[in-house]
């Protein structure tokens, strides 16, 4: 059984996609499960599919949260479950769905698989992340796509734009850190499971196609907000004091620069470094 899983925050219309993207005919058992983060999108509700669960946050929950509400539904209904967490401005590429099953029959060991990212005009957006803690560098690499003749490559993070999770292999329900409302909760995610022991890959056998930033660019102020937090809060769990040090100097620098030519991206990531440190942050 594969449960596709994805939150919706004011953009039931690019749901709306995801769902269409997937047959309804399909051979291969699914269940859509959308947790809805923003109550009053009435375009929500309007959706018509037999196998769409949605899920009312009642509150913005950011996404973490959301995903840990679609997760632990999900886990309580089939632990032994593929998970795949879809972002809402994605969709699949036809034929996509009956590859999954397949996949993880033939590589049973996988615990978190990240797939392809591709972009509407085809070109690749994510393929592997990697991670170097001795310089506080958290990459995207081209791993997905360099080895095409392995089914899949071992690598540090992956997306969670698209990322399956197979249940089977947590002894309880996987869970975000809620610490985390937008940006790095799935970098922190993969880097909490790996730890733990569980194989965390990317695969060129598996993409979605992905309108990147179509939802959080529409505040560009909470969006450097939101993903300066989350990346101050990732460099102090992940690094070193003299690496986040470094990296916190260089990032006001940036903002104090960017004042004159992207106020707004300035506003939010002075926003979050503030937001950061009122919070309890330590360096």
């Known amino acids: 059984m594969i449960y596709i899983l994805s939150v919706n925050y004011y953009s039931s219309n690019l749901i709306a996609k995801l769902v269409s993207s997937i047959p309804a005919n399909s051979n291969i058992p699914y269940q859509i499960v959308v947790v809805n983060n923003s109550t009053n999108d009435q375009g929500l509700q309007k959706l018509q599919a037999s196998s769409l669960k949605i899920l009312e946050a009642e509150t913005n929950l950011g996404f973490g949260r959301a995903c840990n509400l679609g997760l632990n539904w999900i886990y309580q209904q089939n632990p032994q479950a593929l998970v795949w967490i879809i972002n809402p401005d994605a969709y699949l590429p036809e034929n996509t769905l009956e590859k999954v099953p397949t996949f993880f029959a033939t590589h049973p ?6 797939t392809l990212v591709h972009t509407t005009t085809g070109d690749i957006w994510f393929a592997g992340g990697q991670f170097i803690p001795q310089q506080g560098a958290i990459i995207s690499t081209d791993l997905g796509v360099s080895h095409p003749e392995k089914a899949y490559v071992p690598c540090d993070w992956v997306s969670a734009c698209s990322l399956i999770i197979n249940l089977h292999h947590f002894a309880d329900c996987p869970q975000f850190d809620p610490a985390y409302f ?20 990317i695969t060129s056998q ?7 930033s179509s939802i959080t660019n529409r ?10 937090y989350s990346y101050l809060l990732t460099l102090a769990r992940y690094t070193n004091k003299a690496i986040f040090l470094l990296r916190l100097f260089r990032l006001i620098l940036h903002s104090l620069i960017l004042l004159l030519v992207k106020p707004q991206t300035a506003l939010g990531k002075l926003s979050g470094i503030f937001q950061y440190f009122k919070l309890g942050g330590r360096c």
Request: charged share 15%.
């Open 206 to 212: 598996l993409a979605v196609i992905h309108q990147p």
């Open 219 to 228: 505040n560009l102020v909470s969006k450097f907000q939101h993903s300066t």
């Open 109 to 114: 060991e996988l615990s978190l698989l990240g």
């Open 182 to 201: 937008l940006y790095y909760e799935d970098f922190d995610f993969c880097q909490r499971y790996s730890s733990q022991g569980h194989q965390l890959a």
